[in-house]
């Protein structure tokens, strides 16, 4: 029974600490929209990219709606922020799998200098938001930003409070056809140790 105990709450801590996957300045952004502003530009989600010419890297290029070709193109590129590289990676992609084509807003926080101020890359967290209100996290380096917050192309929106935004449901790791074979066998051998556990075998 103790360690039954044990094993829940060891569980529940786990949960909450796989949830708590944004890094500082993401937090900062979502303490920004918050409080009531944030610089946004509309952008509509594109397909994921994977370059490996200099090292890897992953990322979704984003087009603005303007419609005009006068905007640049941002790149969305992973966070690292509490995962791996393969596993952030593996979020970007299937965000772009159920986002591609879908228009929303690109958001990046109104104190985004003291993000990139303190940054050895110079990279600034963002955001996009769909407007299903899915959210989906990243960062943009200087070259995709400078346009945006350095220029003055994105300017600072109000936000609404009083709406939310639920993250995009993230991919499962489970497999049926490779983990159920698993979760067969261990019930199996929980079966089999029944009668050792009940001290009706010597």
């Not at 360690?3 to 900062?28: E, H, I, K, P, W």
């Not at 003055?152 to 993250?167: E, F, H, I, K, S």
Request: hydrophobic share 40%.
């Amino acid at each position: 029974m103790v360690t039954f105990l044990l094993g829940a709450v060891l569980s529940v801590c786990n949960l909450s600490l796989l949830q708590s996957y944004l890094d500082r300045s993401q937090r900062m952004l979502k303490e920004d929209a918050a409080a009531g502003s944030v610089h946004a530009v509309r952008v509509r989600f594109g397909t994921p990219v994977r370059e490996t010419y200099r090292y890897p890297s992953c990322f979704v290029e984003l087009v603005p709606e303007d419609g005009t070709g006068g905007q640049r193109a941002v790149r969305l590129r992973t966070t690292h922020a509490g995962h791996s590289v393969v596993v952030s990676e593996k979020h970007l992609t299937h965000a772009a799998a159920r986002l591609v084509g879908h228009g929303g807003w690109l958001c990046w926080p109104t104190r985004w200098r003291d993000i990139a101020g303190t940054d050895k890359e110079r990279k600034v967290s963002a955001a996009f938001v769909s407007d299903s209100g899915h959210v989906v996290w990243g960062v943009t380096h200087e070259e995709d930003y400078a346009h945006y917050l350095r220029e003055g192309a994105a300017p600072v929106c109000r936000t609404d409070t009083a709406l939310t935004v639920t993250p995009l449901p993230r991919p499962s790791r489970y497999f049926p056809k490779v983990h159920g074979w698993h979760l067969g066998v261990a019930a199996v051998g929980a079966l089999l140790a029944v009668p050792f556990l009940l001290d009706v075998v010597p």
